[in-house]
């Protein structure tokens, strides 16, 4: 069974830093591209970042370069997304997503690419 899970989230305030955790099991995970996603209130899901297989390729929204920084670790089966310089506009539910065709393309921000999401975890920037 597939399991996609995801941690680190909570409250900060503006300036502050966080690192997400994204935790698959259940996969080959060097196979997959894992991609970060965002959703804020009222708005619709948009792609934060997301890396390819060995490294590969990585991608960031406009909206988060130079700040955000994210990368995987093999054999522990993790992707990390390292979020620095936080500000109100980072807040927002963040779900980890992964897909099973990493040989085959390099990540993007279509969410229709991945087969497989965690349940999200809450980030709120605020003082």
């Known amino acids: 069974q597939v399991q996609v899970a995801e941690s680190g989230g909570g409250l900060v305030q503006p300036g502050g830093s966080l690192r997400l955790s994204c935790v698959t099991s259940?996969?080959?995970?060097?196979?997959?591209?894992i991609g970060w996603f965002r959703q804020a209130p009222g708005k619709e899901r948009e792609g934060v970042s997301c890396i390819g297989i060995n490294d590969g390729s990585e991608r960031y929204a406009d909206s988060v370069k130079g700040r955000f920084t994210i990368a995987r670790d093999d054999a522990k089966s993790t992707v990390y997304l390292q979020m620095n310089s936080l500000g109100p506009q980072d807040t927002g539910d963040y779900y980890c997503?992964?897909?099973?065709?990493?040989?085959?393309?390099?990540?993007?921000?279509?969410?229709?690419?991945?087969?497989?999401w965690g349940q999200g975890t809450e980030v709120t920037v605020s003082s």
């Open positions: 259940g996969i080959k995970f060097d196979n997959y591209v």
């Open positions: 997503a992964a897909d099973r065709f990493g040989l085959f393309r390099l990540c993007a921000f279509d969410s229709y690419q991945y087969q497989h």
